[in-house]
T-cell receptor, first 111, second 115 residues
Framework: DQQVKQNSPSLSVQEGRISILNCDYT??????FLWYKKYPAEGPTFLIS?????DKNEDGRFTVFLNKSAKHLSLHIVPSQPGDSAVYFC??????????FGTGTSLTVIP | NAGVMQNPRHLVRRRGQEARLRCSPM?????VYWYRQLPEEGLKFMVY????????ESGMPKERFSAEFPKEGPSILRIQQVVRGDSAAYFC?????????????FGDGTRLSIL
């Protein structure tokens, strides 16, 4: 039962362009959403989060958008840099403090 | 390095042996979470512990798997009588308080290989 889905396993983007990573969820009771970035042989590192009461949160080059009616969130990275190449996981948190992770999207930023 | 420390980084066991994975949370963090990542899959929640207590073990297999977080020392994930299907990366995360407003900080994982 995959409550958080990332339907694109991979994405390639030219350096300087926008990267858009998508995530869908099924449970309307999630109250926080987070994005993590993971390099090979390392653990995930926290990137940015958004509360369910907001629809946008921005931190530098990273912006997360939340569309509650569509149960969809996205991460925008602009401009994309080669160092952004990694696997990105979205996560949703319910009121019981359970974190549900998607299967990840591998982003490649081409110089 | 005051991050989440996991050891060993790599662990090889034969079928039927026991595997012990250790996790030291970040300083000041009393909440520990274990996740398993199978090849080509995302992170799957296993168990959430606070010092000396298991808060949520809904993601733990009912048999062979156990976890503890004693008053002193690291959290331990123990897998008894390992089978090939236990081969995975096991990640530990910690946070100072529970809740989605408080991101979990992850260790670099233990890669368990079963021969």
């Amino acid at each position: 039962d995959q409550q958080v889905k990332q339907n694109s396993p991979s994405l390639s983007v030219q350096e300087g362009r926008i990267s858009i990573l998508n995530c869908d969820y099924t449970n309307s009771m999630f109250d926080y959403f987070l994005w993590y970035k993971k390099y090979p042989a390392e653990g995930p590192t926290f990137l940015i989060s958004i509360s369910s009461i907001k629809d946008k949160n921005e931190d530098g080059r990273f912006t997360v958008f939340l569309n509650k009616s569509a149960k969809h969130l996205s991460l925008h990275i602009v401009p994309s840099q080669p160092g952004d190449s990694a696997v990105y996981f979205c996560a949703a948190v319910n009121t019981g403090n359970q974190f549900y992770f998607g299967t990840g999207t591998s982003l490649t930023v081409i110089p | 390095n005051a991050g989440v420390m996991q050891n060993p980084r790599h662990l090889v066991r034969r079928r039927g042996q026991e595997a012990r994975l250790r996790c030291s949370p970040m300083k000041g963090h009393s909440h520990v979470y274990w996740y398993r990542q199978l090849p080509e899959e995302g992170l799957k929640f296993m168990v959430y512990l606070q010092k000396e207590n298991i808060i949520d073990e809904s993601g733990m297999p009912k048999e062979r798997f156990s976890a503890e977080f004693p008053k002193e020392g690291p959290s331990i994930l123990r897998i008894q009588q390992v089978v090939r299907g236990d081969s995975a990366a096991y990640f530990c995360a910690s946070s100072p308080t529970p809740g989605g407003h408080q991101p979990q900080h992850f260790g670099d994982g233990t890669r368990l290989s079963i021969l």
